[in-house]
């Protein structure tokens, strides 16, 4: 085999020789050559030879493969996840300026509606103002209605739907023929002592204290005056809210619904921001509905909602909505 191998490759060099002659280059490249081609005579001849003699001249290139090497390069993510939030941001500032301009809008209809109540109680009071008798004829005097502890008429925020001057009687009872006898003034300072409780330190407190016993006990007319003593005379307190709320429901239980409703809008219109005038509008309402006012009942609860919101909750939201049931308020 050795024999024909050597034989074999002198007859392809001495038959290559011209060939190799004409190429250029060095002896060490001229060979090299010569044994490349060798190999792949060998390949051919004489297949499943030694690897070491028959080596392939096109091998396949060992590639590297890495394992957890990101998509894109690291800047690239972070931009891209930068880009996304810019985008949330934008979104979510566009939802907050059109929440904005809801709020505007909302806000300038309630003050519209609340100017067109002003505007329209305004126009009411003014065409239903009760006129002066001209013979003097007699009537409750401004002092008079101060000194009960009712509000001065130029305070009242709805002199048309209140009478000009109270009924001492539910609507429906006959009226007397004849003025009823003057009721003797109650002794105030009397029935507190004698059912007043512990002293608080606070006059105010205690004096509320004593008209809440005397309501209470349905001692009505202690109890208005009482009442409306707290409310003249300490009218910053935070007692006076209360007093002159319980005044108005003194008058109603009392079978006044009339000066019941003038009590209720005085508190109203004199400290909207007591915590008892949520609780006059409602009231007040109440006394209309008595007075045979469905009409205005509504607006006052229409008022109430529109005043107060936030406190229209609980039971007041509950009785309010059986109110207005009651008046068949659209």
């Not at 060095?26 to 028959?54: H, M, N, S, Y």
């Not at 606070?202 to 007319?221: I, N, Q």
Request: glycine share 6%; hydrophobic share 40%; net charge positive.
């Amino acid at each position: 085999m050795t024999r024909y191998r050597i034989a074999f490759a002198a007859l392809l060099a001495t038959a290559a020789l011209p060939a190799f002659a004409a190429e250029p280059g060095t002896i060490d490249q001229r060979v090299g050559r010569i044994e490349k081609q060798l190999k792949a005579v060998q390949r051919k001849v004489f297949p499943g030879g030694d690897a070491a003699f028959q080596a392939p001249e096109i091998s396949r290139p060992e590639t590297q493969v890495t394992v957890g090497m990101p998509a894109s390069s690291p800047l690239n993510d972070l931009t891209a996840r930068v880009d996304a939030l810019e985008k949330s941001v934008a979104q979510l500032t566009g939802q907050v300026e059109q929440g904005e301009h809801r709020l505007d809008l909302l806000s300038q209809q309630s003050a519209q509606d609340r100017q067109d109540f002003t505007t329209r109680l305004k126009a009411l009071e003014a065409a239903a103002a009760p006129t002066q008798p001209a013979d003097g004829a007699a009537g409750a005097s401004p002092d008079d209605a101060t000194a009960s502890g009712l509000p001065p008429k130029g305070t009242k925020l709805f002199s048309t739907m209140v009478p000009a001057k109270a009924a001492a009687t539910v609507p429906g009872k006959a009226a007397a023929t004849k003025p009823a006898p003057a009721r003797p003034a109650p002794a105030v300072a009397d029935d507190a002592s004698d059912d007043a409780g512990p002293s608080t330190g606070d006059p105010a407190e205690d004096a509320y204290m004593a008209g809440y016993r005397l309501w209470r006990d349905k001692k009505y007319p202690q109890a208005e005056a009482a009442l409306a003593a707290v409310a003249k005379k300490y009218p910053r307190h935070k007692r006076a809210s209360y007093a002159q709320n319980l005044l108005g429901r003194a008058y109603l239980d009392d079978g006044q619904p009339a000066r019941a409703a003038e009590a209720f809008a005085a508190n109203y219109t004199t400290n909207p921001h007591g915590e008892r005038a949520p609780d006059s509008l409602y009231y007040l309402g109440q006394s209309l509905m008595q007075l045979k006012k469905p009409v205005d009942a509504c607006r006052v609860y229409d008022e109430l909602a529109s005043a107060y919101p936030d406190k229209l909750t609980g039971s007041l939201k509950t009785r309010v909505a059986a109110a207005r049931a009651d008046a068949k308020c659209k």
